[in-house]
């Protein structure tokens, strides 16, 4: 795309008061954004209104175009404009979208399927664990991941594609060189490295509230589904969920316990119709479905990472089969006390205290601090985790 | 005539003998009062000369004049009023045939001549009698705390006239006898709160009881209700009880902080200390111009029990960093430095997050960063020192009405006490405790593995990615729990179940 093209499509989005529509305006209403820079004041003000059009002078007092982009891009990032041809596909295709984004990275791929992981902020132990789970397996059948990169499930999610060596896109509610949430620093750069930061906004804008509803609309837009992990009755999940809806995105959630106040939102989505998921296969062949796809493209990953996930699912799998026939670990022999406290643990984490109870009404015999340190000789044997002093099996 | 009285002060926790010189010459009739005196002291004149006057005895028109020595030390209070007017009276020869050698006197008077209670009686009659003298008069509120100690005659006294009465041998006052067994006996058969009425919480039962044997520090976490303060509150009772060292040690405090009265004259049953968190800094290490022993140095050999550990200010929980280290705490002031022991043991409670429900999310609604900058609130080095951390979840009602029947603080108690033996015969003659006590560089000589509780160790210590300093609590914790069993070596299991009570909190703030 022309650069002085591309530099005054870059300044007119930096001008707050100018939104989308109105650039789409300007667009029609003069063939390029260069034109509708070099128009008349008398020509602009058909488009524009007043205060836009103060605006739009005093901008152009401030700065040329082509110096903001050569600043926008000694940032390392690119602007990248709706009449580009490297816009994505997907988020052409959705109502009103962004006239451009700003990318600190790169983009995510077209022809590679992209799922949109998100949930609460404040997310429980199953949450995390789930998202973690399928962040990996997702990342290492090189799905791409896309999220909002927010406390929580976000951040959980993309940093366990990361880890897996997928590829992971965060879309802001900031400007791309703002990182929000600020702990969340070191994810911010690896993300940037192996897949992308984008934003609607333009650099340096701040994290306001308002900020956050637009920019779920990206994130959806840009997958092909999205998957809701854990979510409350009212929630800022739900927006990006009604978002998809919208632009006729597939919404895929997982479901928790009835009882849970963090998977009261994703239930009421089962009711109005959402697919229920409950394990990485079945979203894949859904993906699979969805994308048209003969063979999934399945490319491997960095070795390493792929076996580490498979090592993983190898526990996961296995921790079913010890609980439907009896115990078989690996072969290997381990002694009756610990077999029967390995009984009495559940995938959920619960209080040591809960655990000796359990135990305790199972009929075994034996005080609390041998229970302690039998729980402690299972996760040496990396047949248990803890968290705190709360246990559950690996 | 000059007359010489004995009397005594505090400077600190030391006692030091006064002497109240008084002299009476021919002049213009004045009455001076020399020897490094703050305010309440010289107001002494007015008090004495009405208290005299109405008790029917004049100051005669002389000359007096009053020095306290040693007069390099600066005199505070009001316990020289009695020595002062009984060494005016016998300077002016108003009353004969007085006995005051080796004789202490100390006492405020009241303008009826009536005689009340000052602080620091016992440290000043426990110095006394080293000092050799036969025979303290103190004030008879203050009689049961002096009487405390033996081999020296302690007369009460509520009056100036009895005073005078006893020095002029009229009297058949008797010295005060009190049977420091059978009060100590009265109170250790009345302990009102027993473990047997928590219900389950068998992890931090288990904690409080290895904090008890080896004086650890101890940290719980846990939602409202948990019932961490219950814990806390009978921690005290499972030690070991005070034997009348210690209760002296801790009674002298109680004594210079004004804190013992007729009703409690010392101190049989280790306090428990429970600051509100909007405690000052000098509130809780002490302080004032003349500083005053604080709730730490009142909490010496005892509990001090910290609820809502993050709301107190920053400052006053890092002031405790020197004092959980030396045992003692100093306080320096331009004109001497004072010094309190404080060899507290801490036990701290906070929720787990601000709103106390995590990890319970259908209560919770805070962020895992919130979580984290509520618990950052504690601070990293006094958290370095606590051994044990031991995370509570809220009870239900089931377990709130089951009769099920549990242990008893005695039953504790005793194995406490056993634990407690070991660690005193262990640590004779190193300046050491209990295990609690032990610093980095001991910690190899005295927490000896067994054969193949190295390689748990070194397990434990890959696996829970522990640090160099956790590494070591985790030493001493197996070392208390190793105790309690009475095994001499440390074994792999007794350092499974320490790694249970591991600080986690402070993996998560440093990871």
């Not at chain 1, 969920?241 to 009421?268: F, N, W, Y």
Request: net charge neutral; proline share 4%; aromatic share 6%.
């Amino acid at each position: 795309m022309d650069r002085t093209e591309l530099a005054a499509g870059a300044w007119f989005h930096k001008i707050n008061s100018i939104g989308f529509r109105t650039m789409f305006q300007l667009m029609e209403r003069f063939g390029s954004m260069q034109e509708a820079y070099e128009a008349t004041e008398k020509a602009l003000l058909e488009v524009l209104s007043g205060r836009q059009f103060s605006a739009v002078k005093a901008a152009k007092y401030a700065m040329h175009p082509k110096d903001y982009l050569e600043q926008v891009e000694e940032k390392g990032i690119r602007y990248i404009c709706f009449y580009d041809d490297i816009y994505p596909e997907k988020l052409k295709n959705i109502p009103d979208p962004p006239f451009g984004v700003f990318v600190k990275g790169s983009l995510p791929r077209g022809e590679v399927p992209a799922v949109a992981m998100i949930g609460s902020r404040a997310c429980s132990d199953y949450g995390r664990n789930v998202a973690e789970v399928f962040a990996g397996e997702l990342a290492a059948k090189g799905v791409q991941i896309i999220s909002g990169m927010a406390r929580g499930i976000d951040s959980i999610s993309q940093a366990a594609c990361v880890k897996a060596g997928g590829q992971t896109y965060a879309v802001l509610g900031s400007g791309v060189d703002v990182c929000y949430p600020e702990e969340l620093y070191r994810l911010y750069t690896d993300i940037s490295k192996s897949g992308g930061i984008i934003s609607s906004y333009a650099p340096g804008m701040e994290p306001l509230a308002r900020n956050f509803p637009p920019r779920n609309r990206i994130i959806s837009g840009l997958s092909d589904v999205v998957l809701v992990i854990e979510s409350r009755k009212k929630s800022g999940t739900l927006i990006t969920v009604d978002m998809a809806l919208e632009q006729g995105k597939e919404v895929a959630v997982i479901p928790g316990r009835i009882t849970d106040e963090l998977s009261k939102g994703c239930h009421e989505l089962i009711k109005q119709g959402a697919t229920v998921i409950s394990d990485v296969e079945q979203l894949l062949e859904l993906l699979q479905d969805i994308c048209k796809l003969q063979n999934f493209p399945m490319k491997s990953v960095q070795s390493e990472n792929v076996h580490l996930e498979n090592s993983q699912s190898e526990n996961i799998q296995h921790g079913y089969k010890s609980e439907s026939s009896g115990i078989h670990l690996n072969n290997r022999e381990i002694s009756p006390e610990l077999k029967s406290i390995l009984g009495v643990l559940d995938y959920e984490y619960a209080e040591a205290e809960k655990v000796y109870e359990k135990w305790l009404q199972q009929g075994n015999k034996g005080s609390f601090q041998e229970l302690l340190t039998g729980l402690m000789d299972l996760e040496l044997m990396d047949l248990c985790k803890s968290n705190k002093n709360r246990f559950s099996i690996r | 005539m000059y007359t010489n009285i004995i009397s005594g002060a505090m400077k600190g926790m030391e006692a030091v003998l006064i002497q109240v010189e008084v002299d009476a010459s021919f002049g213009l009739p004045v009455f001076d009062m020399v020897g490094n005196m703050s305010g309440e002291v010289k107001e002494a004149r007015e008090r004495i000369r009405i208290a005299l006057k109405n008790i029917g005895m004049q100051i005669p028109n002389l000359r007096l004049t009053v020095n306290l020595s040693p007069a390099r030390l600066r005199k505070e209070g009001t316990a020289f009023d009695l020595p002062i007017a009984i060494g005016v009276l016998v300077a002016a020869e108003s009353i004969s045939a007085v006995e005051l050698d080796n004789v202490l006197l100390i006492g405020e008077l009241g303008l009826n001549g009536e005689i009340k209670g000052v602080k620091g009686i016992l440290p000043i009659v426990k110095h006394a009698k080293e000092c050799g003298l036969k025979r303290v008069l103190v004030p008879r509120e203050n009689v049961k705390e002096g009487a405390f100690i033996r081999g020296i005659e302690v007369y009460g006294v509520a009056h100036i006239q009895e005073v005078i009465d006893i020095l002029t041998g009229k009297s058949s006052a008797q010295p005060y006898l009190l049977d420091v067994e059978r009060v100590f006996a009265e109170f250790h058969s009345s302990q009102e709160r027993d473990f047997k009425e928590i219900q389950g919480q068998y992890m931090a039962k288990r904690a409080a009881e290895i904090a008890a044997a080896g004086f650890h520090h101890l940290l719980l976490i846990g939602p409202p209700g948990a019932g961490k303060t219950m814990i806390a509150r009978r921690i005290p009772g499972i030690m070991p009880p005070l034997s009348l060292e210690e209760s002296m040690e801790i009674s002298a405090v109680y004594s210079v902080a004004g804190k013992l009265d007729s009703m409690q004259s010392f101190i049989t049953r280790r306090p428990f200390l429970y600051p509100h968190h909007t405690i000052s800094e000098s509130a809780m290490v002490g302080g004032g111009r003349v500083p005053r022993p604080g709730i730490i140095s009142l909490a010496h050999r005892a509990v001090l029990f910290l609820d809502e550990f993050p709301e107190f200010q920053r400052n006053v929980i890092e002031v405790l960093r020197q004092p959980m280290e030396d045992k003692v705490v100093q306080i320096a002031r331009s004109q001497a430095v004072y010094t309190y022991p404080a060899d507290f043991m801490l036990v701290a409670a906070s929720n787990p997050c601000p709103c106390g429900y995590f990890p319970d999310r259908n209560k919770c609604k805070c962020t895992e960063q919130d979580i984290l900058k509520y618990l950052g609130k504690i601070s990293g080095p006094i958290l370095d020192r606590m051994d044990l951390c031991c995370e509570m979840r809220a009870i239900n009602i089931e377990e709130l009405q089951s009769e099920s029947g549990e242990e008893d603080s005695e039953s504790i108690r005793n194995r406490v006490l056993q634990a407690v033996e070991i660690q005193t015969k262990r640590f004779r003659g190193t300046g050491y405790r209990f295990n609690g006590d032990i610093s980095p560089r001991d910690i190899k000589k005295y927490c000896r593995l067994e054969e193949g509780a190295e390689t748990v160790l070194h397990k434990l210590y890959e696996k829970l990615k522990l640090s160099a300093r956790s590494y070591h609590r985790l030493l001493k914790v197996s070392r208390t729990i190793a105790d309690l069993e009475g095994c001499a070596l440390i074994s792999g299991k007794h350092i499974k179940e320490a790694a249970c009570y591991r600080m986690t909190i402070l993996e998560e703030l440093e990871g």
